[in-house]
């Protein structure tokens, strides 16, 4: 765009899209610092909007920038106000997390919908590679993937996610930031792989064994799994040290992934 072309006027937010968009350049600065860029990183910013942390992703020379923005007017008006940008128009719900290359080192970041922020973190952690991620999502939601063992937002979205990265609660964002306003509380996390994570038939044994678990999250091991009619349901837990009368809310996300590497997988369907 030439200097005496003027930016047309974003379209308003759509609802149905759940757009909310960030316009205080102060949260934006901060949210691109935490993925530490250096020159010559890949950033794939999912929903990148009205373009918030646009020009701060830019700023650090990125080897690549790759929008992935399913709203056509926003990706369009993107590609206008930011010749660089690289911009994918699609659902984040259906990109190919696999494509990216653990050796062109990926960073991602972005403000997630806060209706496909869970789902969407589950995939990204278990199909993707990357070197960093930071995501914005709304505060339940963060506290959920960031929460350790023994308390009511640990679950099987925690474990699972844990499994696969470590998590860092990083700040809180009030929602005077953004237009329209929310009506909740949004936080920002950052996310590093974790080596090795599951790979191949660990990811659906994980994730069947804590859907099993959590289901009935205040009953005990034992009787869980004794409910399923789990044979030697007793001597699995026996193996792995942990105690029948444990419930899974007490359980480290590493030891689930443990005992689904035990448990039938004819049990866990």
Known sequence: MSSHEQPQPFAPAKRSLGQ???VDPNVS?????ALDLAPGDNVLEIGPGRGALTEHILA??????????KDEALASELERR?????VVRGDAMRFDWASLASGERWKIVGNLPYNIASPLIWDIVSRSEFSQAV????LEAGQRVAAG??????????????????VEFLFKVPPQVFRPQPKVTSAVLRFFLRT????GEEVSRLAATLRLCFQQRRKQLGTILKSKGIPDYVGVLRA???DQMQRPETLAPERFLSMAKLLPIDFLA
Do not use: C, H, W
């Open 29 to 33: 600065r901060k949210i691109v610092e």
């Open 60 to 69: 650090r020379t990125p080897g690549r920038y790759v929008a992935l923005e």
């Open 135 to 138: 995501f914005m999502v709304q």
């Open 82 to 86: 930011n010749p660089l940008a690289e």
């Open 196 to 199: 090795p994570r599951p790979t």
């Open 149 to 166: 063992p023994g308390g009511k937002t640990y679950g099987a979205l925690s474990a699972f996610v844990q499994n696969f990265a470590t």
């Open 240 to 242: 792995l040290d942990i």
């Open 20 to 22: 909310n968009f960030l």
